[in-house]
């Protein structure tokens, strides 16, 4: 009997609307936690962390689940949990748009590790150098007009 293997393993990237510092210590390890939840339904969930104005969602998705469903799923669900909870005045919201990418079994604790030290590593890079630094990196070609938007 035929069957479908693959190891597809993605690390997204989404930042709140307008940039906002919003994702404060008080709550941050909760919103990681049910992001975590929503991955854990459909794949297999390496890691998520993030910081002030940002989040890094690391993992295996199965071939059934397209990258743009994975994140989508992930920004509806805890934008709408932050509201129920009240965590932000007024309507929190993820910007639109994400990057995403892939990396190969052999780089898995590397990408762990980057992720849970998100605090560490912005203490000397902002979310815009590390978004542009991945882009970079991957030879993602862009349009610096389209990017996110930045407020410093």
Not at 85 to 96: A, I, Y
């Amino acid at each position: 009997m035929a069957n479908t293997y693959t190891q597809i393993t993605i690390q997204a990237i989404f930042a709140v609307k307008g940039r906002e510092n919003i994702i404060t210590n008080n709550w941050r390890n909760d919103l990681h936690q049910y992001i975590a939840g929503i991955i854990r339904k459909e794949s297999t969930l390496l890691a998520v962390g993030g910081w002030k104005d940002h989040i890094h969602i690391f993992a295996g998705i199965p071939p059934t689940l397209s990258v743009s469903e994975f994140v989508q799923k992930a920004k509806s669900n805890s934008s709408k949990w932050i509201n129920e909870q009240r965590f932000v005045k007024g309507k929190f919201q993820w910007q639109e748009g994400y990057g995403a990418f892939s990396y190969s079994r052999s780089q898995r604790d590397d990408v762990i590790n980057y992720i849970m030290r998100q605090e560490e590593h912005h203490k000397t890079s902002s979310f815009q150098e590390e978004y542009v630094d991945f882009l970079k990196k991957f030879e993602v070609e862009y349009n610096p007009e389209y990017l996110f938007e930045y407020y410093e």
